[in-house]
C-alpha cells in the first residue's frame, strides 16, 4: 500500500487495538508495522495477534511488519513491608536479604548490581523520582545517601546511569519469548536495555538470520558503545522513556539527534519512541508540543516514530495513528524540510553497490525522474537507496515476502513482491509496470533502476538504468 510520506508509523498492539478490526483501522488510518510488547504478552497472545496481523495483511494485498519487543533484565527492588518516603539527606541501605524493606532498608535481588556497582554511583528509583548515591559498597550492602526524595513502594525499577551491569541482555524470559516470535516468524525483534554490541552479537548469534534485530538505546553505556552497537545491529531504537530517566532530561533531544545521524551515517534503520503523543492516550488531540516532538523525528531524518500507550492502551487508538501520519506528511511538505535532511546526507561507501544507489539518487534528481525502482532479495540494496534519502520515491521490488515485511519500517520506501526478473529487459519492463500501476509514473514519464546482474544473485547491484514508461507498460 502506497503512502503519502516518508516516515513509517509503527503502532503498539495492546487492549484498545488487539482485535482484527482495530488492527485493520489501525492499519488503514497509517499503520507500517505492529508492535508487541512482550513484557505483556504471553505466547499464545502473541501467537493470535501475529494471526490476526496477517489475516488482515493477507485481506488487504499488502506486507505489514511485526516488531516483537523483548522485556529486557529490568532491575526492581523487592517488596517492601509498605509504602515509604526517603527524606533528602538520610541514609538507607539495599541490601540482598529477602525481608521486606523499610525506610532504613532497601531489598535489592540483584547480585550482579552488587559486583558492579562503586563509590559515588548514582541509584534511580521510581524512574528517576527517587535519587541516591552511593557512600560504600560491598557484596552485600550499599549505604547510600537519599540527594532527591521521594515515597518508595514493592518492585519499582532501579535505573543506574553510570554503571555498566555484567548481565546479558537477553533473560530466561527473553529467551522463551525469543523462541516464541521466532516460531510465529515476525519480522524484528527489539532487544531492551543494551549496553554493548556483544549484547547485539550474542542475540543474532540465537536467530541466526530469521529475524533483524532492533537494539534499544536506552542507557548512557549504550551511547559509549554505540558506532559498534550500530555496527552489529540491524536497527535502532532511541528509547527515550528510560534514557529520559538515566540522562539529564535537557541532553535527551541532542542525543536523540546524534543517534539518528550516526544511524544514518551507518545506513541502519532508526526509530524515536516513547511519549510522542502521549495525551491522545485520554484526549482526541494532543499537545502542541508533542505535535512538535513528532516534526522534530521527522525532521532529524529518522525512519519511523512509534506509538506505544497510545494505541496499545489509548482512547483514540486510531486518532493518534492519524494524527502521526497528519504530520509526517505535512512536515515533508515544509520548504525547509529537504534542505535539512540534504544538510545531513553522508558520503557513499567506497563499493560498486553503494557508487551505484548514490548515482540513481543523484540522477533521478537531475532528470527529474518520478521514482527509483531497486530490485532486492536481501534488502540491502533498499537500505542503501533509503540511506541516500533520495527527493523520489523509492519503490523496492523482491521476490522474498520476508524482505517485503521487513522493509516495512524504512524510510521512504514501497515494497512490491514480485518473481525475480528473467532477464534485463524483464527487470525494465516490470519496473516500469509496476511504477505506472502504483501511481509512481504514467506514460512518457521516466524512471531509474538499480538492480544486479546477473538477475537473482543477492549482493550484485552493478547496474544503473534509465528507462521510459510506455503504454504497453
Known amino acids: 500500500m502506497r503512502r503519502d510520506r516518508n516516515t513509517k508509523i509503527i503502532a503498539t498492539l495492546g487492549p484498545a487495538s488487539s482485535n482484527p478490526d482495530a488492527i485493520r483501522r489501525l492499519f488503514k488510518a497509517g499503520a507500517d508495522v505492529f508492535r508487541i510488547n512482550m513484557s505483556h504478552t504471553s505466547g499464545p497472545a502473541l501467537k493470535d495477534l501475529v494471526s490476526m496481523i496477517r489475516s488482515v495483511e493477507l485481506e488487504l494485498k499488502t506486507t505489514i511488519g511485526i516488531l516483537a519487543d523483548l522485556q529486557g533484565p529490568k532491575i526492581r527492588i523487592g517488596e517492601m513491608a509498605k509504602t515509604v518516603t526517603l527524606e533528602e539527606g538520610a541514609t538507607v541501605v539495599l541490601d540482598r536479604s529477602s525481608e521486606p524493606g523499610d525506610a532504613s532498608r532497601i531489598p535489592l535481588p540483584h547480585p550482579e548490581v552488587f559486583d558492579a556497582i562503586t563509590r559515588q554511583s548514582t541509584l534511580l528509583i521510581n524512574d528517576g523520582k527517587v535519587r541516591l548515591h552511593v557512600q560504600e559498597a560491598d557484596e552485600e550492602r550499599i549505604e547510600c545517601i537519599v540527594d532527591v526524595g521521594g515515597e518508595i513502594s514493592s518492585r519499582k525499577g532501579v535505573n543506574l546511569p553510570d554503571v555498566v551491569i555484567p548481565i546479558s541482555a537477553l533473560t530466561s524470559k527473553d529467551r522463551e519469548d525469543l523462541e516464541a516470535a521466532l516460531n510465529e516468524q515476525v519480522d524484528w525483534i527489539a532487544l531492551s536495555f543494551v549496553q554493548r554490541a556483544q549484547d547485539i552479537i550474542d542475540t543474532k548469534e540465537l536467530v541466526a538470520g530469521r529475524v533483524g534485530v532492533l537494539a534499544k538505546i536506552e542507557k548512557p553505556a549504550a551511547l559509549n558503545d554505540l558506532d559498534n552497537i550500530l555496527a552489529a545491529a540491524d536497527a535502532i531504537m532511541v528509547a527515550r522513556g528510560d534514557l529520559g530517566v538515566e ?154 515476502l520476508a524482505t517485503a515485511r521487513r522493509l516495512a519500517f524504512v524510510w521512504g520506501v514501497t515494497r512490491i513482491l514480485t518473481e525475480d526478473a528473467k532477464g534485463a529487459n524483464d527487470l525494465v519492463n516490470r519496473a516500469c509496470g509496476q511504477a505506472k500501476k502504483i501511481g509512481f509514473a504514467k506514460v512518457d514519464d521516466r524512471i531509474v533502476i538499480t538492480a544486479g546482474l546477473p538477475v537473482g544473485t543477492p549482493g550484485t547491484t552493478n547496474l544503473l538504468r534509465i528507462a521510459r514508461v510506455h503504454e504497453r507498460h
Open 247 to 400: 540522562l539529564p532530561l535537557e541532553l535527551v533531544p541532542g542525543k536523540q539527534m546524534q543517534i539518528v545521524r550516526s544511524a544514518r551515517k551507518h545506513g541502519k534503520p532508526v526509530v524515536i519512541a516513547t511519549q510522542m503523543l502521549e495525551s491522545m492516550i485520554e484526549s482526541p488531540v494532543p499537545t502542541r508540543a508533542e505535535v512538535s516532538d513528532v516534526a522534530k523525528a521527522v525532521f532529524d531524518g529518522a525512519d519511523a516514530v512509534m506509538l506505544s500507550a497510545e494505541s496499545a492502551v489509548g482512547k483514540y487508538a486510531k486518532e493518534a495513528v492519524a494524527t502521526m501520519n497528519r504530520i509526517a506528511i505535512a512536515i515533508e511538505g515544509e520548504e525547509a524540510y529537504r534542505g535539512i535532511i540534504d544538510a545531513q546526507h553522508h558520503e557513499p561507501e567506497a563499493t560498486t553497490a553503494d557508487a551505484i544507489t548514490a548515482a540513481a539518487s543523484q540522477v533521478a534528481h537531475t532528470i527529474s525522474a518520478t521514482c527509483i525502482a531497486c530490485y532486492t532479495t536481501t534488502g540491502s540494496t533498499a537500505l542503501r537507496a533509503a540511506r541516500e534519502r533520495p527527493d523520489r520515491p523509492i519503490l523496492v521490488l523482491t521476490p522474498s
